[in-house]
């Protein structure tokens, strides 16, 4: 499908945000995130962890830049027919970043079907 708006789809990544429970969202400690059309690299992408996970930290972690999450607009808007599966997918997609900043893998995304 077409992309939707820069402004329409970061309603949805803050959508997205607002799911995550709130007991979740206050142990995120030194992350933004960010909407972008796609990644550079690997133009398929959907979106990407930058940084340290907190399961990485140790005494020695402070006064570094925030963490990134990146949710890639095009490219999400590319594997989807309609508003309702981007809608899906970006959901699908900020759960699975969010997760490798406690330290998940992405074997165990798959696995509990975050993938």
């Known amino acids: 499908?077409?992309?939707?708006?820069?402004?329409?789809?970061?309603?949805?990544?803050?959508d997205a945000l607002d799911q995550v429970p709130a007991e979740l969202m206050a142990l995120l400690d030194n992350v933004v995130v960010l909407v972008e059309d796609?990644?550079?690299e690997e133009p398929d992408l959907l979106g990407i962890y930058e940084g340290y996970a907190l399961?990485?930290?140790?005494?020695?972690?402070?006064?570094?830049?925030?963490d990134r999450i990146m949710i890639y607009r095009v490219a999400i808007c590319d594997v989807c027919d309609d508003e309702d599966q981007?809608?899906?997918?970006?959901?699908?997609?900020v759960v699975h970043e969010i997760a490798h900043h406690f330290g998940i893998e992405e074997e165990r995304l798959h696995a509990l079907?975050?993938?």
């Open 55 to 66: 399961t990485e930290r140790g005494w020695d972690y402070g006064g570094a830049l925030p």
């Open 1 to 14: 499908m077409r992309p939707l708006p820069v402004d329409r789809f970061e309603e949805l990544v803050a």
């Open 113 to 115: 079907g975050w993938g």
């Open 86 to 93: 981007v809608v899906e997918e970006v959901t699908i997609t």
């Open 38 to 40: 796609r990644n550079p």
